[in-house]
């Protein structure tokens, strides 16, 4: 079974520029989260997909920070502008159907580094 | 204050060896506790769940234990081999399926 893809695996880019990053879930899984993962720190959520619907966002920085997941399988995480702080992992997973017992499985993150 | 605390931030130990890592946690009531093992540049892999009336559970060298009176969960980790070197991450899931990260602790097997 094909894990989750990311990509891409790392970029660089200038505070106030724009980046956007891609996920491609495990098949099937319909539930799909992004995570913002700060060197030294455990992840962040910052969004949760159900299909093409935001679950949670709470955690979202929303003036700079916007996630879609248009026909409910892949997604794209857009950051504009950036800021440094936003150097970090950005971490997808996803799960079969978002339940409580269920196994996330973590795509290997896009390091981001803004100078 | 994060509901998640682990410690120690990091250590060192040498091929063979037994270590064991700690979280504290705040997050009441819970549903579940995971402990995940994250490689260097690679995501989060689960390795062990636990619901809240579970004390133990194991997978191959590794093995959790959770105390619900003293909100405290451990990982140990059994005879180390190199391929042991990772952030091992408690993770907590409330009963409104939000999920609580610790910070992790960086675990290197040195031969």
């Known amino acids: 079974e094909a894990g989750v893809a990311q990509s891409p695996r790392y970029k660089i880019i200038e505070k106030r520029q724009s980046v956007a990053f891609w996920c491609n879930p495990i098949?099937?899984?319909?539930?799909l989260y992004w995570y913002q993962q700060i060197l030294g720190q455990g992840p962040k959520l910052l969004i949760q997909?159900?299909?093409?619907?935001?679950?949670?966002d709470s955690q979202l920085p929303k003036d700079r920070f916007s996630a879609e997941r248009l026909k409910g399988v892949d997604s794209t995480l857009k950051i504009q502008p950036a800021k440094l702080e936003d150097s970090a992992v950005y971490l997808c997973?996803?799960?079969?159907?978002?339940?409580?017992?269920?196994?996330?499985?973590f795509g290997p993150g896009t390091r981001l580094l803004v100078l | 204050k994060n509901q998640v605390e682990q410690s120690p931030q990091s250590l060192i130990i040498l091929e063979g060896k037994n270590c064991t890592l700690q979280?504290?946690?705040?997050?009441?009531?819970?549903?579940?506790l995971r402990w995940y093992k994250q490689d260097t540049g690679r995501g989060p892999v689960s390795l062990t769940i636990?619901?809240?009336?579970?004390n133990t559970k194991s997978n191959g060298r590794y093995t959790a234990t959770l105390d619900a009176d003293t909100k405290q969960s451990s990982l140990h980790i059994t005879a180390s081999q190199l391929s042991d070197s990772a952030s091992y991450i408690c993770?907590?899931?409330?009963?409104?399926?939000?999920?609580?990260f610790g910070a992790g602790t960086t675990v290197t097997v040195r031969a």
């Open positions: 979280c504290n946690y705040t997050v009441s009531p819970f549903s579940n």
């Open positions: 098949s099937g899984h319909a539930t």
């Open positions: 997909f159900q299909n093409n619907g935001v679950v949670d």
């Open positions: 993770v907590l899931r409330s009963n409104d399926y939000k999920l609580s």
């Open positions: 636990m619901t809240f009336s579970e």
């Open positions: 997973a996803s799960s079969w159907r978002g339940r409580n017992q269920e196994t996330q499985y």
